[in-house]
């Protein structure tokens, strides 16, 4: 769908003060083989590292595309602005758009795809330091997990935490629109960072603007005993941006694949993403519901060479559930990941999460947890009570990172396998929780017991 052609919405026009981005598909990358002879220039050792232990080939996928194909852009006019070493393409931005038909004749070039119409793409890039911690009152419960017990319980965790797994030596990406306060924030004090990336607003600070991704990361991260514990807080954590909360266009697809590539070349395990997408804030780049088959959508092609790194991918079904679009949102189409729907208190669906099946017939959501009034800490640092299927994910993939810390020897694909076949309804998935809540300790026990045989 993305890739049929040359969008020429804008041809023609030249709006003061605007300015336009394009997606540049390259007909390769300028690389070789000879490349493969040194990916300790492109990837990071722990990369590397995750690859022998997943067995996993560095490839050619892996090599960034060849400045000189980059410099062949900027010639014809252009600013870069991202680019996808996986899918060999590059964002770039104009204040012409008749740009587009300067792009498309170049030697490199495929296609070109519109993605962006606005003004002061950069605006807002920072925000002012503020050390001051944000210490609200300490209220607690008589339960060591706090406020969070409920949804630790729910999936069977806590037992997986007695055990001592509780994500030490896991690394775990959590993909986000901004982590507002999480610096300064009590309930982080013990977080493991293992460091922050800005891809809408490169060199930019994450931990302003939107505190979605500081609720996100508490379900995971949080570390107070008698108010809220995650379910992984001993993992270490990476904090991507790549949600440009002030619009809606196919940009935000390729920010997302920057997000996932560079999470890959920092040798991350996990990635838990509550980004998801169908529609944009033009009618010319709509999805549609036939496109759900894991491979039509531009961010659903990234996610499946995620899977093919190695890497353990979590995703949210969306909560869409009660609007017009009703199904999943895509990269949750994806067959290689995990995605997540929300359920309440009752174990029922929430009305509001997104449902399958996917467009080709598989089951989709693949798996549920709690989604409403799911317990999160907010911007203030405050324990609240959130809906959405962006609360369930991250408390699954916390578990997910505990249970592959204890089953250290399995693949990504054997980890949602096994948690998949060990959850509630697994003999008989449906539309709405998929293979149904999951049990963590059962899937350990599952894969022990194989193991002794």
Known sequence: ??????????????????????????????????????????????????????MVDVSLSDVPIAPSHVETLVAAGVRPVTQSKWMATVVVESDDSLAVDRLKVLPVVDSVQFVWKGADRLTGSDCPPDTTPLDPTKEKTSQDYGYAQTQIEMLNGIKLHELG????????????????????????????????????????????????????????????????VGTAPDASYLLIKSEDTRSEYPIEEDF??????????????IVSSSLGYYVFDTND??????????????????????????????????????????????????????TVGAI??????????????????????????????????????????????????????????????ALSWLSNREIMALIRQTASQADHPDAEQGYGIPDMYKAYQKELNAAVQ
């Open 1 to 54: 769908m993305l890739r049929a052609g040359v969008l020429l919405l804008f041809a023609g026009t030249v709006a003061a003060g605007e300015s336009y981005c394009f997606r540049v598909y390259l007909k390769d990358k300028g690389v070789t083989d000879a490349s493969l002879l040194t990916p300790e220039t492109f990837l990071s050792k722990e990369s590397l590292d995750r690859r022998v232990r997943r």
């Open 165 to 228: 797994k509780r994500g030490q030596g896991m690394r775990i990406a959590v993909i986000d629109a901004g982590f507002l306060n999480v610096d300064r924030i009590s309930m982080f004090e013990s977080l493991h960072l293992l460091g922050t990336h800005n891809v809408v607003f490169p060199g930019g600070n994450v931990y302003c603007e939107d505190d979605h991704g500081t609720k996100v990361l508490s379900c995971l991260a949080a570390n107070q005993p008698g108010r809220m």
């Open 256 to 269: 997302w694949a920057a997000a996932l590539e560079y999470a890959d070349s920092m040798g991350i395990d």
């Open 285 to 338: 780049t709509l999805y549609h519901a036939c496109d759900l088959d894991g491979k039509t959508a531009f961010i659903s092609q990234v996610a499946r060479m995620a899977e093919e790194k190695g890497i353990l991918l979590f995703v949210s079904a969306g909560n869409e559930g009660n609007h017009e679009w009703g199904k999943i949102t895509f990269p949750a189409d994806v067959p290689g990941l995990l």
């Open 344 to 405: 309440n208190e009752g174990r029922r669906r929430s009305s509001f999460s997104s449902t399958g099946f996917t467009a080709d017939y598989r089951v989709k959501p693949d798996i549920v947890a709690l989604g409403t009034g799911a317990t999160v800490v907010d911007a203030s640092g405050d324990i609240s009570r959130s809906n959405g299927t962006s609360f369930s994910t991250p408390i699954v993939a916390g578990l997910g990172a505990c249970l592959w810390q």
